[in-house]
């Protein structure tokens, strides 16, 4: 690495411990981890991050030989507005060891990286038509099924050329994915997971007057499987690569224990992965209002029922991960993310301080 990128590595890393570090509420809850959350932190903080962002920044030099203008800007985009997605999806390396930590990182940063692409060419490129969201989404279930013969991503359209970068990416995550002990172990995991996301994205941007009626019936054809939510809920459960990057760390492993795969998944999906995405979307309310886009938190019938539901949630969320054979490991995670969202410089600008409090005292 140049010493200008690792002078930008190092301003990356300082950026990301100054925000985790940004506030007194966030110090204090720091500290309530205790010594074994700390030292995790830690590693996850001064080893984790780095790793990700080296990963990151190899990744940005091929975005921007991108030859369209317009792909370009969205890739760039992509990585360097969302670098924390790519970084904190990177969490579960924090407790493994050497090559394999590398190893794991290596993939979920490409794999995380085309979650965030695709987002922006569906969110943000203008002229791309809804018959394009599914083609383009078939990115990620070829990245993450070594069964599936990839094809034209584009053939929907955008019609521009990207220089091979979306193809690249998915390539980047089989041959990391083949390379892990357990892969074939939870394979059909991830691509179930998968599908529920690419589902999802196909059906959230579409337009204003259909899609929260799209998203509902979608949820009615799923709710036997998954009862007692919210369409929005299990919409927000859909839309976490937080599973998929579980279900990743478990094929590291080299050994698993009989149903480990399925109770990990049961505890991340709808449950962690509904957590995720409805904090995310609790920190953004003010912003989506403005923009007038759709936001899931937005979808109760009150705050009061919105705090109560997502409290729930957590709640027995952290029982769930709690009851993992790595049950520690899986509640640093869920702590820690709970952590960023509900301490988020945004929650005390919309005096969202109370309802942040009553939801991080649900992790008991």
Sequence with gaps: MSAASE??????????????????????????????GLVSMSRFLTSIVPMASRELAAIRV?????????????ALASIDGK??????????????????????????????TIYDYLDNLCDRLPGVQSRAYPTLHESLLDALDDRRTPTGYYRDGPDRDDGGYLRALVEDVRR????????????????????????????????????????????????????????WEFAAACGSSMPVFAMIYLAAQPHLAEGEIDRTLAAY??????????LDYFIDQQEDREHAELNFVACYASSAEAV??????????????????????????????CLFYLTHPKVFEQRLDAESSALLAALG
């Design 7 to 36: 002078r930008s590595l190092r301003r990356d890393v300082g950026r990301v411990v100054a925000t985790v570090l940004r506030t007194p509420t966030r110090l204090r809850r720091l500290l309530a981890l205790g010594p074994r």
């Design 62 to 74: 091929r975005a921007e030989a991108i030859p369209d203008v317009g792909l370009r800007a969205e």
């Design 83 to 112: 670098a924390y997605h790519v970084q904190g999806g990177s969490i579960l390396a924090t407790f493994l060891r050497g090559p394999v930590a590398k190893q794991y990182v290596a993939i979920i940063a490409p794999l995380e």
């Design 176 to 231: 990391g994915l083949a390379t892990l002990p357990n892969y074939h172990a939870v394979r059909e995991r991830l691509v179930e997971i998968g599908r529920y996301y690419a589902d999802l994205q196909t059906f959230k941007h579409q337009i204003a007057e259909r899609r929260e009626s799209i998203c509902g019936e979608w949820y009615e054809r799923h709710r036997q499987q998954f009862p007692d939510l919210y369409w």
């Design 269 to 278: 999906f709808p449950n962690v992965s509904a957590v995720h995405i409805l």
């Design 308 to 337: 109560e539901r997502v409290r729930r949630l957590v709640a027995t969320t952290a029982l769930r991960v709690r009851a993992l054979a790595d049950g520690a490991r899986h509640d640093f995670v869920l702590r820690a993310m």
